[in-house]
């Protein structure tokens, strides 16, 4: 709080002086993200958008995806950030420069923002780390039996199916597939616990999204 109450006194400082200063959309712990930040996130693609939302819906979605990086990277750091391929990166990267129709639309984003190929590549290294970690340490974790899947097959998956007049086929052609939707549920989930126990002990402050 501390760190927060100097930031906007600096700020406002600045604005007296006739400075021009960037604002601030949120403060984790001592890291401050700045509107720019998610700006530059946001404009770059950095994140999908979710059919049906609409502006307002989608920046405050990457600011709090932004937030749960932040703290999430922090416990990374502590038992050490592994290192990632830049096969990964770059795979990464081709994904996001497809969400836009062209190179040169991509090009122009990167000028607006000021920001570099290479820095984006950085933000990318840096989200990869954090799902290595998760997968080291949630993965080994879950486990899913034959019964499981088998309910599920009956219970979800196969309801899902005919109610999108899609076939179904036999369970055991399914079975894989069915597994790892299961398996990637479960991840969901221990993520999600994992991100409001780090967040419940950290000092997060939100700002603004515009």
């Known amino acids: 709080m501390v760190l927060a109450a100097l930031s906007l006194c600096l700020l406002q400082m600045a604005a007296l002086s006739g400075a021009t200063l960037d604002r601030i959309a949120a403060i984790v712990e001592r890291e401050v993200i700045t509107l720019s930040e998610l700006n530059q ?3 770059l693609r950095f994140f999908a958008r979710n059919a049906g939302e609409d502006e307002d819906e989608f920046r405050r979605r990457v600011l709090d995806s932004m937030i749960a990086q932040a703290l999430r990277f922090r416990d990374v750091e502590r038992f050490g950030a592994q290192d990632v391929s830049k096969d990964a990166v770059e795979a990464r990267f081709k994904e996001i420069t497809g969400r ?3 190179q ?3 090009g122009r984003a990167l000028i607006e923002q000021e920001l570099t190929a290479d820095e984006v590549r950085a933000l990318i290294k840096r989200q990869l780390q ?7 340490r949630f993965s080994p974790l879950i486990f899913v039996s034959l019964d ?3 309910k599920y097959y009956r219970e979800t998956w196969s309801p899902q199916r005919r ?7 036999p369970i055991g052609e399914s079975r894989e597939e069915i597994r790892d939707l299961i398996r990637s549920e479960r991840l969901g989930a221990e993520i999600g616990k994992w991100t409001e126990q780090l967040r419940a002990r950290a000092n997060v402050d939100v700002y603004a999204y515009r």
């Open 41 to 43: 996130v946001v404009a």
């Open 100 to 102: 836009f129709p062209d």
């Open 104 to 106: 040169a639309t991509f």
């Open 130 to 136: 954090v799902e290595a970690y998760i997968q080291e």
């Open 148 to 150: 499981e899947i088998e």
């Open 163 to 169: 109610g999108r007049g899609l076939a179904v086929p």
